[in-house]
């Protein structure tokens, strides 16, 4: 493929990205071509720059972008040593032929002759390493740019004030939004059910998977008045720094003790081997959910 060609090329294909294609990142191999042809690393970082200075690229596309990107840098860094062994080699001939006559000062033609030679092979040599670095800059420069995009619309999405769940009027697009997740995720476990492997270690897993679901809802539900009236009989028989004692234990158990629950709970929907992408995601939040809802509870 001819060097325009191949520019054009890398330049779709990181417009592709930047779009949010499915275009996957350049290889190594292709990557590593950047310091012949520097026309086709200029079209694809010409090409991420745009899209990163648009506020329209999602971050999927960004995260896809800085991969490509990192492949590049890597065979950037590569290409800054090419042609070492002769560059050294060369060196060592131009110092061979002593130092450089001072201004005013002149050698013998022979030497001259040959020491121009040298240092024009030299300089030629040493252009590609040249090119490399300041392209392995750029790629670097421009991982840091994306780096630095994705920090700060993460800080935006933590900051931003998400529309009041008790207005009637953002009741529907909530309602929306359930009726989609649950159906994902009917979709997932049904999916997942067809397997014959996974009804395989659904039942293989059967009896852990109950002790683990009623110890967690047992601890759930009655948690907290269990916890509570063990303390109150304890301290009734304490001093009173002892009943300082366990109210302090009664008041972190009624955190610590639900929260393991939703733990085990979770561990028992993790077990069935019936979760997909989504479920999996899902069972594994809920210690963090319930921690909040009992910690709320509790102030």
Do not use: C, K
């Amino acid at each position: 493929m001819t060097g325009p060609r191949r520019a054009l090329a890398a330049a779709l294909l990181a417009v592709a990205l930047s779009l949010g294609g499915p275009a996957a990142p350049p290889a190594q191999a292709q990557a590593q071509s950047a310091a012949a042809d520097p026309a086709a690393w200029e079209a694809v970082a010409a090409a991420v720059e745009q899209a990163v200075a648009s506020d329209a690229t999602p971050d999927a596309a960004l995260e896809r972008l800085r991969g490509q990107i990192a492949d590049w840098r890597e065979a950037h860094l590569s290409a800054q040593n090419a042609n070492s062994a002769r560059i050294a080699t060369l060196r060592q001939q131009i110092d061979a032929l002593g130092p450089a006559p001072a201004e005013g000062q002149t050698e013998a033609p022979e030497i001259a002759q040959r020491r121009n030679e040298l240092t024009d092979q030299l300089a030629r040599l040493q252009a590609p390493g040249l090119a490399a670095e300041e392209a392995y800059r750029r790629a670097d420069g421009l991982i840091r740019e994306i780096d630095r995009v994705l920090r700060e619309r993460q800080t935006d999405q933590l900051l931003r004030l998400w529309p009041s769940p008790v207005n009637p009027a953002n009741w529907p697009a909530g309602v929306t939004a359930l009726t989609d997740a649950g159906a994902r995720l009917w979709l997932e476990t049904g999916s997942r059910w067809r397997l014959t492997e996974t009804r395989r270690t659904l039942w293989g897993n059967l009896p852990l998977i109950g002790l683990l679901m009623l110890g967690g809802l047992g601890l759930i539900w009655r948690g907290r008045p269990t916890i509570e009236g063990w303390s109150q009989r304890l301290s009734e028989q304490a001093s009173a720094r002892g009943r300082r004692v366990w109210a302090f234990l009664a008041s972190l158990g009624t955190i610590v003790v639900p929260v393991l629950g939703t733990v085990a709970f979770s561990q028992a929907l993790l077990q069935t081997g019936l979760l997909g992408i989504d479920g999996t995601q899902l069972a594994r939040s809920l210690p963090g959910i319930g921690f909040l809802v009992f910690t709320a509870l509790w102030v």
